[in-house]
């Protein structure tokens, strides 16, 4: 039974923050790597950051020098600090993490429900 549940998301202006919060739980072993994708309507879903176990961030150029990530490993958690926001970042964002859940060998992979993140002009 884990799970990942994000919060944070809304409605802001161009130029605010917003600031996304997600939560693994549930029988986990061990988490290799969290990050953010987002989905537009109409649109793939998308890469927005990464940050593995050790601490390595990654983002996708179009958010380089706006957002944020980071996590605290032993809560199971990941946050995505989001400034100078603009109305093309408004998408729905979705929580993610490799991990290896209790009694299990692999990584598995698991998914957020998504919040909403509506940025206004």
């Known amino acids: 039974q884990v799970q990942l549940v994000e919060s944070g998301g809304g409605l802001v202006q161009a130029g605010g923050s917003l600031r996304l919060s997600c939560a693994a739980s549930g029988s986990i072993s061990s988490i290799n790597a969290m990050g953010w994708y987002r989905q537009a309507p109409g649109k793939q879903r998308e890469l927005v950051a990464t940050?593995?176990?050790?601490?390595?961030?990654n983002y996708a150029d179009s958010v380089k020098g706006r957002f944020t990530i980071s996590r605290d490993g032993a809560k199971g958690m990941v946050y995505l600090q989001m400034n100078s926001l603009k109305p093309e970042d408004t998408a729905v964002y979705y929580c993610?993490?490799?991990?290896?859940?209790?009694?299990?060998?692999?990584?598995?992979?698991?998914w957020g429900q998504g919040t909403q993140v509506t940025v206004s002009s």
């Open positions: 993610y993490s490799k991990l290896i859940p209790v009694g299990a060998r692999i990584v598995n992979d698991y």
């Open positions: 940050i593995t176990s050790g601490g390595r961030s």
